[in-house]
């Protein structure tokens, strides 16, 4: 038992936890009704719409977006006061920032609404990430299960890239390779996926994790 703690000792010396970020909302309602995102200092992104989710998709940031995410946190303190402006307005869901460092206790703060420029950024930073898991999620259900609906998924990609609001859009390489020179999908679907693909993978970065089932 000794050796076993010994090295597992040494293996948390060797490869030390990196700071992660947290980022939730949760809006009874909406859909989906709760989500996280958690992004490490390394850029290694997970997403899940369910705290008892053990297989979120899983995704990775360009260096520059993930030193954008930790700037911002730090300029916020990295969450250690608070962040709700206190106005009375519409309710648009509990969101909650978290900073987990590789040491110490992590620190948090929940708001509705802020006025903080900066924490909208992080928060318009956040909710890109989001939307675009969700147009993962929609691509890779439609290119499985429901091939009619696979123009419209990417028409939905094309939309969050043209407005510059994708992130890590190397993940959806693989899905639309398998499109692209796939002969059950229609002609005009396969070029989008052709032509988004070589669009996505002009983008500096290392090769996201794949997601593909």
Do not use: C
């Not at 040494?10 to 859909?31: C, D, E, I, Q, T």
């Not at 899940?48 to 360009?62: C, G, N, V």
């Amino acid at each position: 038992m000794k050796l076993i703690l010994v090295g597992l000792f040494s293996a948390a010396l060797l490869f030390p936890a990196s700071p992660r970020l947290v980022y939730s909302r949760s809006f009874p309602g909406s859909k989906p009704e709760y989500f996280a995102i958690t992004i490490d200092r390394n850029g290694a992104l997970q997403y899940t719409e369910s705290t008892k989710d053990e297989q979120p998709i899983r995704a990775q940031l360009p260096d520059a977006d993930t030193a954008a995410l930790f700037g911002l946190a730090q300029k916020l303190d990295y969450f250690k006061t608070p962040l709700e402006s206190g106005l009375k307005v519409a309710n648009t869901g509990k969101k909650t920032f978290r900073y987990e460092p590789d040491n110490g206790a992590p620190a948090q703060a929940v708001f509705n609404y802020s006025t903080n420029e900066t924490a909208q950024q992080l928060l318009q930073r956040f909710e890109n990430i989001a939307s675009t898991e969700r147009a993962y999620i929609e691509l890779d259900n439609t290119v499985h299960y429901e091939k009619l609906g696979v123009n419209d998924a990417l028409a939905g990609i094309e939309a969050l890239w043209l407005n510059k609001q994708l992130a890590a859009p190397q993940q959806f390489i693989p899905l639309l390779t398998r499109v692209a020179t796939h002969e059950s999908f229609m002609h005009l679907v396969r070029d989008r996926a052709a032509r988004l693909k070589d669009e996505f993978q002009g983008v500096p970065g290392p090769v996201a994790v794949s997601n593909q089932k």
